[in-house]
């Protein structure tokens, strides 16, 4: 199994720029995350989906929409980047609930 | 209002010792608590967890200790490693609510 994986690792945009951030997992998990991890901060949740079909806003879902495509994949897209949106972003998946989440890799975005 | 805090930035520790990292957290409401660790460039690993019932459980080599009294959480790493260098950080979990609060994060280096 890979687990929890996310593509691309790295990212560069310019403000104003779109880019979709994929996510994939293969542990047959019922429900996905999305978070943004900022220096000296704790992960913040963007969105989550509870399962497939379903998606709800976390804490700071603004200038993010997301899609979940199907069981395995849930996807980040930023519509317009702006230079706030710098971050390290991480997916995660669960079974059920919030506790013991998997996490993918990361992805390291900068907005300039 | 909630919160997850850390009480050092940054750890030292001697190889072969014995690590404590604390964590504050303010809302009695949670459900139980988890400790990640996250090496460099890499999501964060589930490492223990802990319910809100209990006081203290073991793992191999770690320890967590829960203090409802003065709301305190500790990870204690026995016979600290090198490969035990990375950033620690707690979530707070509300089942209820699906509800999960990260701490900032505090980052333990080994001293040869």
């Known amino acids: 199994n890979a687990g929890v994986t996310q593509t691309p690792k790295f990212q560069v945009l310019k403000t104003g720029q779109s880019m979709t951030l994929q996510c994939a997992q293969d542990?047959?998990?019922?429900?996905m995350y999305w978070y943004r991890q900022d220096p000296g901060m704790g992960l913040r949740l963007i969105y989550y989906s509870a399962s497939e079909g379903t998606t709800d806003k976390g804490e700071v879902p603004n200038g993010y929409n997301v899609s979940r495509l199907n069981k395995r994949e849930f996807s980040l897209r930023l519509e317009s980047a702006a230079p706030s949106q710098t971050s390290v972003y991480f997916c995660a998946s669960s079974v059920g609930g919030p506790d013991t989440q998997y996490f993918g890799p990361g992805t390291r975005l900068t907005v300039l | 209002g909630e919160s997850v805090g850390l009480h050092l930035p940054t750890l030292s520790v001697q190889e072969g010792d014995n690590s404590i990292i604390n964590c504050a957290y303010s809302?009695?409401?949670?459900?139980?608590f988890i400790w990640y660790k996250q090496e460099s460039g890499k999501g964060p690993q589930f490492i223990i967890d802990i319910r809100s019932n209990m006081d203290k459980r073991q793992g191999q080599r770690v320890t967590v200790l829960l203090n409802k009294t003065v709301k305190h959480l500790s990870l204690q790493i026995a016979a600290t490693q090198p490969g035990d260098s990375a950033v620690y950080f707690c979530?707070?979990?509300?089942?209820?609510?699906?509800?999960?609060?990260f701490g900032s994060g505090t980052r333990l280096s080994i001293r040869p």
């Open positions: 979530a707070e979990i509300y089942s209820s609510a699906s509800k999960i609060i």
């Open positions: 809302n009695s409401a949670s459900d139980y």
């Open positions: 542990m047959n998990h019922n429900s």
